[in-house]
DNA sequence: CTCCATCAGTACCGTACGGTACGGTTCGCC
DNA sequence: GGCGAACCGTACCGTACGGTACTGATGGAG
């Protein structure tokens, strides 16, 4: 397990090795189970069976590990892209609620919560580099499938809408309401996993009757 | 400026003396300056011209001191009630306009996204105490407010809805979004605030095009 | 075989924090 | 005036963390 290593992980072009990918994984472990107090340097090259010195040499600083650990986990979660099928209102409605529905699950996630956690721990101070990070990483992405889907529903004069920013902005609200903040707060989301489904369709059914063509 | 003190801070029958409040808002300050890290024991001490001694008198301990800040803030921060006057369909936008407005503004304070950020960065460990405090002092309270305000709309027949809270988390999910969360990571909120009217205004029109009476 | 880079493991250092203890002072009360 | 309670300021202690330096082992390159 030592040598020269010359792999790389895939996707992304993250310029990570292997090694180094398996140690942000149980850094982000680590994370998930015990918060930031639990995500010390020390910490992380015990579980991770690697050296401290390792540690800086690769991640240049504790920060650096931090911001790794956002862009490790950011670059293994990949969003699909909406086929650019024809759109009937029936499909619509599907693609709507899918996304309504991933969106629920992705947010509730343990990574996600221990990592918004993590960021918004750190706003304060530091210039809020890892909230940037973050929502360029994350919400960018899951944003830009939203336009995407919008859009089309739009070109096949399903949706009708003016500003598609204020439309999201309107399905996000609708899907998540304060649901996101609960959680980050630590409120137990045991059992509520299974609502998640019948929550995001009544969220599209709300989108739809504001920006649906035929009501 | 020693000696017994008797005279008790006013409201909420929080059982804190004006010395102790002061502290308490001393400790606010820096929380909201630096972040939690600026929020140590010998850090409040000096700025309140209090020893450390006397905090662990008076808080016990230093989660006793989070705690008390943030049930300190609640209590000064109080919901005026809706007036149970006849409500008119001008009445009625008019007053969830306002609600719309003054929840944006509460959640942009700089003493609310500080308890909420120091609550949050809790609530991996120790049993998201902090976080049950803050939605209890302060969801729990403007979610009274809107209830009370959906509740007499559907008695003056102006709004139609089965589950009161379903309707309430769609008002919230219009009227916040996303926002909340990207102020707790940091975003620049300069500038923006002058957009809540604008943006109270069309989230209270959606949410009266789905559950207002007469279209 | 020999050199060299990489890495794990550990010891180490400076610092900062939570919490406690102590001396000195002010004030109310008898 | 004397007593006691509350309190400030500071010194102190144990601990834990971020970051650095050192040692020894491993495996590839020439």
Redesign the interface.
Known sequence: MQGVETTRVAGAGSGLTERQGAVLEQALRLLVD?????LTTAGVARAANCSKESLYKWFGDRDGLLSAMIAFQASKVRTLDVSAEALDAAGLRAHLVAFAEDLLNVLAGDVSL?L??L???????E??KL??L??ERG?RQIGRRAGALLEAGRKAGLLAFGDAD?AY??L???????W???M????DPGGLKKNFGRRAE??VD?FL??YGRKG
Chains 1, 2 share one sequence.
């Open positions: 015990g918060g930031e107090r639990a221990a918004n956690r960021a918004i721990g750190q706003a304060s101070r210039g809020s909230g940037r973050l929502e919400r204020e902005g309107a996000y609200g609708l899907v998540v309401s304060d996101h903040l609960r980050l707060l630590g409120e009544r969220a709300a009757a504001l």
